[in-house]
Structure formats: structure tokens, C-alpha cells
């Protein structure tokens, strides 16, 4: 068993070796692209360990979704070594290396500290490019939590732990390495990463650790909105969104992430918005289990409507016209919120599409029955619709209605409609005495019940 390089040993850094036997990580959990890639490095005379969130997760017996590596080559070596390796990241610079779709990520062993000699940029305290490379000792206190700094090796299977990290593990805890308040300034992200870890692991996070998330939480609306978008993928598409929810009220970090949803929860006495919202990631947390599609512009149209709603009672209130006030409503919630997470436009239209066909599931005039049926966003604004009855039993109608009329004949639905109904009955034209009359088909409903709200 060998260390490998000559180590500085740094005042935080204290290595204890868990032994094969005294851990539960089993080789058959690894990914065997992971091992190739271990392999490699190690017969090419590297050093290279399984590290991060893999062995953290294998510790508590969970399916790590990625696996990453840590070496000593550069980034440049590791592409001499592997030819489907391609070199990506501005601010850390990595090498991934391919296969078909899984991607094995090779880190060279990074510093926390700068001699000069690197290429490492700070700006107001942060940091914004971080490739000075190091030893594995400051490697691992570069890490954010200590359960995200242990060392897996192929040398002889242990687990190498320099931060006290397999002890946190075992307690179900999140610790940042060193002073939690100075890591959370240098990288605000880290404390959405730990409301999230907290969540999907249902560890702890440790009290100096979580102290100062709500005090500094105003320093992550800084954090570039792009990374903010895809920390709210993970946040909320990874089966874990009911407790990373509760986790970013708890720490105060909601106001920050998504100011006006989070204000219109605050005014909305009834409770009904809140219900509808967990509601609907309690649905994106089943779809997951269960291994369905799960889109990014339902789950938007399901944190933002809290929002859309309270702008769009305030346009109506100011006299505007329910399909203008409607579409006015959705421009602004997703101009403000562009300022804070960079939601792309493929999910912002569709979720916009979601919102503003809610108003046309009224209607049972034909021809508009028709042609909401075969909208392509159709589906997903029922199942919105659906999500909706949540908070309010008023969509009950609606939802029977549609929830019949996509299975049904043309016949069965003109029946439905009403025969009395006149093709080109327009009911927002029509004065109040000429309203259609109603016949629904109740049997049909239960059919389909349990449309899962999703699936675009
Ligand atoms: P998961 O993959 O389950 O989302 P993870 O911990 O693996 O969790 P990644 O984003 O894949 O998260 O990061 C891999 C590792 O890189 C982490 O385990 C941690 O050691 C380190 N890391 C990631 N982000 C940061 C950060 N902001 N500051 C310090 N270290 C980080
Ligand atoms: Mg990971």
C-alpha cells in the first residue's frame, strides 16, 4: 500500500485509512468504466482514486448516478491515456472520458491556496477559475463537506479520508471543511448543495455548517444563473423535491431563488398555493421513482405559478382584460425571473404555454374543444389542471370533462357537449340564456384516472 507523491501534509489534513474490511463498499457497485479508468492511470504509474459524491453515496448503500475520478496526471496526460477523453470546463478544467453514455470524469488533484504559481482567479472574494493543481491533501480540503472528500482506492480497496469525513458519513452529516461562513462566501452555491445533499441523502447538516445559510443566503443571487439553473434540475428533478423544497424555506434561501413565488406564498393566507406546489413535486418525486420523464418546463410552471397567479390578480384588479392581463402576467414572471436562474427558452415557452391554456379549459364549444385536444402542449396543461384541483375543487368540472374527452369518439363528445349545442355556438359570444347545456359521460372519467401530472 502506497500514498502516492510526496504529500504536504496540511494542518487540516490528517489521513486515517479505512480498511476493505472495515467499509461497505463493494467493487461489483462500481462502475466498471470507473474501474477501466482506475486501472489505466494506475498501470500508466498515476495515481487515482473513485471520489466525491460515489463514495459517499456507495458508504450509505445508495447508487451513486455518477463516478467521478481524482488524479495526479493533468488533464493533458489523461487525454494521452485514453482516446475517447475530451478536455472541457473554463473554470475547472477536466478531462472527460466517454463511453457511449457514460461519462467518467477525471479531476487532477486540486489546491485551496495559491502560491502564484497556478492559474487560479478571484473576484470580490469568489472564485472564479480554480485550476492551480496540488497533492491529494489539498485536494480534499478543497472540497466542500467532508462526506464529499473521501478517497477510494484500487490499490488495496481502503478508503482514505483526510477531513474526518467517513466519521460524518456513518453520523449522517454534512460538515463543511474548514470555516463554513468564508466557504460559503468564496462559492455561495455550496449552500444550495447542502440543503440539496441534506435532502437527497436525509443527512444532517451539522449546527456551524447551517448557521450561516440564512444569514448569507443573499450572497447566492450573485451566483451565475446559469449554474443556479442546473442546481435547480438537481434540486427538484432528482426524486428528492418535496424535501429540497422544505430544505430552501427552511434556510431562508427561497426568497433568493425564486423572490416572487416566495412572496406569493407568504400572502396567500389560504395555503392553497403552497398545497398545489407540493402537490405537484410530490408527482415529480413519483415519476421519478418510478423511472418516468420528468420536464423542466412542468416543474418551472409548477414553482412559478404561485407567482403567475398573484401577478395576474394584480393586472386583473388594474381593469386589464383576463387574456391580455394572462399573457402580460407570464412575460413578467419569466423576464424577473430570468434575472435570478437562466432558464432556457425551450422550457420558458413551453411552461408559459402550460399557464395560458389553463384559461381555455372552460370552454365546451366544439370546434375550441377540438382544437384545445390537439394542441401539443395540451397534455401537459391538463395535467397541470389536474395538479390544480390541489388547491381548489372548482377545477373538479374541468378536469372530469377533459379527463373523458381525450378517449372519447367524435361522437361520444359532440354527445357530451350537448346535441342541443350549434357547431358554431360560441360561448363567450353568446348571451347568458343560450349557454349550452351539459350531459357528461361519468362512467368514462375513472378510466383514466391517475393521469400522472407530467409527461410532456
Ligand atoms: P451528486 O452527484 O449526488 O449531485 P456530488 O457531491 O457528487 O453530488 P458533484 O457536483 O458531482 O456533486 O461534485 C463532485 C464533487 O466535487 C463533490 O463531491 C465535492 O467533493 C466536489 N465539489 C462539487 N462542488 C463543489 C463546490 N462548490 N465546492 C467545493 N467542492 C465541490
Ligand atoms: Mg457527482
Not at 475517447?84 to 473554470?91: H, S
Not at 364549444?365 to 389536474?386: E, G, I, N, Y
Request: charge should be neutral; aromatic fraction near 8%.
Amino acid at each position: 500500500m502506497s500514498v502516492h507523491g510526496t504529500a504536504i501534509i496540511f494542518p487540516q489534513a490528517h489521513l486515517s485509512v479505512i480498511p476493505r474490511e472495515g467499509h461497505a463498499i463493494s467493487r461489483k457497485a462500481i462502475s466498471p468504466n470507473a474501474l477501466r479508468v482506475l486501472y489505466r492511470l494506475r498501470d500508466s504509474g498515476f495515481a487515482a482514486y473513485l471520489v466525491g459524491g460515489a463514495v459517499r453515496d456507495l458508504l450509505v448503500g445508495q447508487q451513486p448516478k455518477d463516478f467521478d475520478v481524482a488524479t495526479d496526471a493533468t488533464p493533458e496526460q489523461v487525454k494521452q491515456l485514453f482516446r475517447n477523453c475530451r478536455l472541457i470546463g473554463r473554470r475547472f478544467r477536466l478531462a472527460h472520458v466517454v463511453f457511449g453514455p457514460e461519462i467518467i470524469e477525471v479531476a487532477t488533484f486540486r489546491a485551496n491556496s495559491d502560491d502564484g504559481s497556478g492559474d487560479r482567479e478571484m473576484e470580490n472574494g469568489r472564485l472564479v477559475r480554480d485550476n492551480v493543481y496540488g497533492s491529494i491533501e489539498d485536494d480534499a480540503v478543497r472540497r466542500d463537506f467532508t462526506a464529499n472528500a473521501l478517497y477510494y482506492t484500487i490499490e488495496d480497496f481502503s478508503v482514505r479520508d483526510y477531513v474526518g469525513g467517513y466519521e460524518d458519513v456513518m453520523a449522517r452529516r454534512l460538515k463543511m471543511i474548514g470555516d463554513a461562513e468564508q466557504r460559503y462566501r468564496e462559492d455561495p452555491v455550496r449552500m444550495l448543495r447542502a440543503v440539496r445533499l441534506s435532502a437527497k441523502l436525509g443527512f444532517s447538516i451539522e449546527e456551524n455548517t447551517a448557521e450561516p445559510i440564512a444569514r448569507l443566503a443573499p450572497l447566492l443571487g450573485e451566483a451565475s444563473p446559469a449554474r443556479l439553473f442546473e442546481e435547480m434540475l438537481k434540486l427538484f428533478l432528482s426524486g428528492h423535491a418535496v424535501a429540497s423544497f422544505e430544505g430552501l424555506e427552511k434556510f431562508g434561501l427561497l426568497p433568493v431563488l425564486l423572490p416572487e413565488t416566495s412572496a406569493a406564498l407568504a400572502s396567500n393566507r389560504s395555503g392553497a398555493l403552497r398545497r398545489m406546489l407540493i402537490e405537484g413535486l410530490r408527482n415529480t418525486d413519483a415519476r421519478v421513482a418510478a423511472d418516468e420523464p420528468v420536464s423542466p418546463a412542468f416543474l418551472f410552471a409548477t414553482l412559478l405559478w404561485p407567482a403567475y397567479c398573484r401577478g395576474l390578480i394584480g393586472l386583473q384588479a388594474q381593469g386589464i382584460a383576463a387574456e391580455a392581463a394572462a399573457s402580460r402576467a407570464a412575460d413578467r414572471v419569466t423576464v424577473h425571473q430570468l434575472e435570478h436562474i437562466a432558464l432556457p427558452r425551450r422550457f420558458s415557452l413551453p411552461m408559459q404555454e402550460i399557464w395560458l391554456l389553463q384559461g381555455r379549459f372552460s370552454t365546451r364549444q366544439k370546434r375550441r374543444v377540438t382544437r384545445l385536444l390537439s394542441h401539443p402542449r395540451f397534455r401537459a396543461a391538463f395535467d397541470f389542471l389536474v395538479l390544480r384541483l390541489a388547491a381548489s375543487e372548482l377545477h373538479a368540472d374541468d378536469v372530469e370533462f377533459w379527463r373523458a374527452a381525450q378517449t372519447q369518439s367524435n361522437e361520444e363528445l359532440a354527445a357530451a357537449l350537448g346535441a342541443a349545442a350549434p357547431e358554431n355556438f360560441d360561448d363567450e359570444d353568446a348571451p347568458p340564456s343560450k349557454r349550452r347545456r351539459r350531459r357528461r359521460r361519468r362512467s368514462g372519467a375513472e378510466n383514466n384516472a391517475g393521469t400522472p401530472p407530467q409527461g410532456e
